[in-house]
Antibody, heavy 120, light 107 residues
Framework: EVQLVESGGGLVQPGRSLRLSCTAS????????MSWVRQAPGKGLEWVGFIRSKAYGGTTEYAASVKGRFTISRDDSKSIAYLQMNSLKTEDTAVYYC???????????WGQGTLVTVSS | EIVLTQSPGTLSLSPGERATLSCRAS???????LAWYQQKPGQAPRLLIYGASSRATGIPDRFSGSGSGTDFTLTISRLEPEDFAVYYC????????FGGGTKVEIK
């Protein structure tokens, strides 16, 4: 059974940093691209970024709203994807989901999400 | 960036009725890279349809997708109680943008 479990969310002040983790199980993690998608309270879905599998270079792409501030990485030996978030803004407050992507940005499995609240 | 516009914003229907949800793109979606997701309150989204018309694993056949280019439709042939939720379309050919969502509520 495919499982994705996010962790690392919480309350953080504007301008600070936070790192989210996504621990995967039930599939060969290294074969898939992984994405992060967020959802602000009461709002719709926003794609944040993805990381390709090593077979496709392990490269990353980001939404304009987070480019230069957020970084996605992966550790295939541990089946974990990371989202490093720097220079956080109040508008980054959201539930952050990690997803498995059989095609980049096609999200066939989702984690349960972790809430990040940016507030002073 | 491709903008996806979903309509209507809210659809009020009764169980057993047919639901037709629309998703219009600001420019052509390459290779029909259009997906639909369902989200219930307090839950993560679930993939329903990909490639505009292919059902994801385990999705009942009352859900169907159609369309190409800039106009896409999700149809639920007969609404079951568990189908009342918010539905999002998404294009995954470039930038992964989502539509604003359509809420299907019980009339």
């Amino acid at each position: 059974e495919v499982q994705l479990v996010e962790s690392g969310g919480g309350l953080v002040q504007p301008g600070r940093s936070l790192r989210l983790s996504c621990t995967a199980s039930g599939f060969t993690f290294g074969d898939y691209a992984m994405s992060w998608v967020r959802q602000a309270p009461g709002k719709g879905l926003e794609w944040v970024g993805f990381i390709r599998s090593k077979a496709y270079g392990g490269t990353t792409e980001y939404a304009a709203s987070v480019k230069g501030r957020f970084t996605i990485s992966r550790d295939d030996s541990k089946s974990i994807a990371y989202l490093q978030m720097n220079s956080l803004k109040t508008e980054d407050t959201a539930v952050y989901y990690c997803t498995r992507d059989p095609i980049t940005m096609l999200h066939d499995y989702w984690g349960q999400g972790t809430l990040v609240t940016v507030s002073s | 960036e491709i903008v996806l516009t979903q309509s209507p914003g809210t659809l009020s229907l009764s169980p057993g009725e047919r639901a037709t949800l629309s998703c219009r793109a600001s420019q052509s979606v390459s290779s029909s890279y259009l997906a639909w997701y369902q989200q219930k309150p307090g839950q993560a989204p679930r993939l329903l349809i990909y490639g505009a018309s292919s059902r994801a694993t385990g999705i009942p056949d009352r859900f169907s997708g159609s369309g190409s280019g800039t106009d896409f439709t999700l149809t639920i042939s007969r609404l079951e109680p568990e189908d009342f939720a918010v539905y999002y379309c998404q294009q995954y050919g470039s930038s992964g943008t989502f539509g604003g969502g359509t809420k299907v509520e019980i009339k």
